[in-house]
């Protein structure tokens, strides 16, 4: 029977939150309001840490730059995006992780909050094709809304998302042998416990506290 490698991204595939560092590529390029926009990022961040996250209206000021371009645009500033944010923070054993459960023939998935413009792209350097992200609402010309659509991939919302993935291919979990979930954040809780492979990965407190107590696996990629 074949097994199911689920991954969270942020601070788990990659050592820093690309949801955070986007803004920061827009400050650095002179493309937003810094003050404001400074101060908004650190102070969503810091609720995400503290699992207390206004997802709604997050994804109101996240989403709102992603107006201004179109995707040829964003497409390029994308390519930057990674090579200065992303890129540097990607270790050799987040690397060899995910090609242990390719070469193990099993199917991999990223199930990340953020949105899927941003994952998509750090996904496929890790050669990852399934990728669940916070989908965004494209309008009649072609661009981003500023609006997202469906359900967020965030906490009890992973799960729901994981659930329409699977019945969008006909599957279910009890398709899967090993179903593994790698993740850093408490709000990743209730996924970790809904599978059977929980992993922690560069856990915070929260969640180090919790695979300790129920015996899961704990690597430090930092």
Same mark, same amino acid.
């Given at each position: 029977?074949? !097994?199911? %490698?689920?991954?969270?991204?942020?601070?788990?595939?990659?050592?820093?939150?690309?949801?955070?560092?986007?803004?920061?590529?827009?400050?650095?390029?002179?493309?937003?309001?810094?003050?404001? @926009?400074? $101060?908004?990022?650190?102070?969503?961040?810091?609720?995400?840490?503290?699992?207390?996250?206004?997802?709604?209206?997050?994804?109101?000021?996240?989403?709102?730059?992603?107006? *201004?371009?179109?995707? *040829?645009?964003?497409?390029?500033?994308?390519?930057?995006?990674?090579?200065?944010?992303?890129?540097?923070?990607?270790?050799?054993?987040?690397?060899? /992780?995910?090609?242990?459960?390719? %070469? $193990?023939?099993?199917?991999?998935?990223?199930?990340?909050?953020?949105? *899927?413009?941003?994952?998509?792209?750090?996904?496929?350097?890790?050669?990852?094709?399934?990728?669940?992200?916070?989908?965004?609402?494209?309008?009649?010309?072609?661009?981003? @809304?500023?609006?997202?659509?469906?359900?967020?991939?965030?906490?009890?919302?992973?799960?729901?998302? /994981?659930?329409?993935?699977?019945?969008?291919?006909?599957?279910?979990?009890?398709?899967?042998?090993?179903?593994?979930?790698?993740?850093?954040?408490? !709000?990743?809780?209730?996924? /970790?416990?809904?599978? !059977? *492979?929980?992993? %922690?990965?560069?856990?915070?407190?929260?969640?180090?506290?919790? $695979?300790? %107590?129920?015996?899961?696996?704990?690597?430090?990629?930092?």
């Amino acid at each position: 029977m074949k !097994n199911l %490698a689920i991954f969270d991204l942020d601070n788990t595939l990659i050592n820093t939150d690309s949801d955070h560092s986007w803004p920061q590529y827009l400050m650095k390029k002179g493309l937003v309001d810094v003050e404001y @926009t400074e $101060a908004q990022n650190e102070k969503f961040y810091q609720d995400y840490r503290n699992g207390c996250l206004d997802i709604d209206a997050f994804l109101k000021f996240h989403l709102a730059p992603l107006k *201004e371009y179109s995707m *040829e645009e964003l497409a390029q500033m994308h390519r930057e995006f990674m090579a200065e944010f992303i890129m540097p923070h990607i270790s050799p054993m987040q690397v060899m /992780l995910v090609q242990s459960h390719q %070469a $193990a023939g099993d199917e991999l998935l990223v199930i990340s909050s953020t949105n *899927e413009f941003i994952i998509t792209p750090i996904c496929q350097l890790f050669g990852i094709e399934n990728v669940i992200g916070t989908q965004l609402e494209i309008g009649a010309d072609g661009r981003y @809304t500023g609006n997202y659509t469906g359900t967020p991939s965030l906490k009890e919302g992973k799960i729901t998302r /994981l659930n329409q993935w699977l019945t969008a291919r006909g599957e279910s979990l009890a398709d899967y042998g090993k179903v593994y979930f790698y993740s850093d954040s408490k !709000n990743d809780l209730p996924l /970790l416990r809904y599978v !059977n *492979e929980p992993v %922690a990965v560069n856990p915070d407190a929260e969640l180090e506290a919790e $695979a300790k %107590a129920k015996g899961w696996p704990v690597l430090n990629f930092k």
